[in-house]
């Protein structure tokens, strides 16, 4: 199982970014939660947005609510973070994440990782 971030970029606060996420086929996508969790330099992982497989309930930091949507389309396996009014303290880099068992912030609870991608808000 893989999944390949993409669409991060240099962007302007105030400004919008869209990151995908493609999963590969080797697994029945609507059966796992998705996630998006993001690392700035020197911190730790945190969790941003959750959707679960069906996409009946969707989860967020309170960093974020408001400003970020999470979606998915499971026809394409693939999972999007839209990202709007972004604020320098939104550069990170962003992972997603899939869970078998449950979902939620917890990063404990997601099976597979992709690679990353970086987004830079600048002031």
């Known amino acids: 199982v893989q999944l390949q971030a993409s669409g991060g970029g240099l962007v302007q606060a105030g400004g919008s970014l869209r990151v995908s996420c493609a999963a590969s086929?080797?697994?029945?996508?609507?059966?796992?939660?998705m996630g998006w969790f993001r690392q700035a330099p020197g911190k730790e992982r945190e969790f941003v947005a959750g959707?679960?497989?069906?996409?009946?309930?969707?989860y967020y930091a309170d960093s974020v609510k408001g400003r970020f949507t999470i979606s998915r389309d499971n026809a394409k396996n693939t999972v999007d973070l839209q990202m709007n009014s972004l604020k320098p303290e939104d550069t990170a880099v962003y992972y997603c994440?899939?869970?078998?068992?449950?979902?939620?912030?917890?990063?404990?609870?997601?099976?597979?990782w992709g690679q990353g991608t970086q987004v830079t808000v600048s002031s």
């Open positions: 994440a899939a869970a078998y068992r449950g979902w939620g912030p917890d990063f404990n609870l997601y099976d597979y």
């Open positions: 086929t080797q697994f029945t996508f609507s059966t796992y939660a």
């Open positions: 959707i679960t497989g069906k996409s009946t309930s969707t």
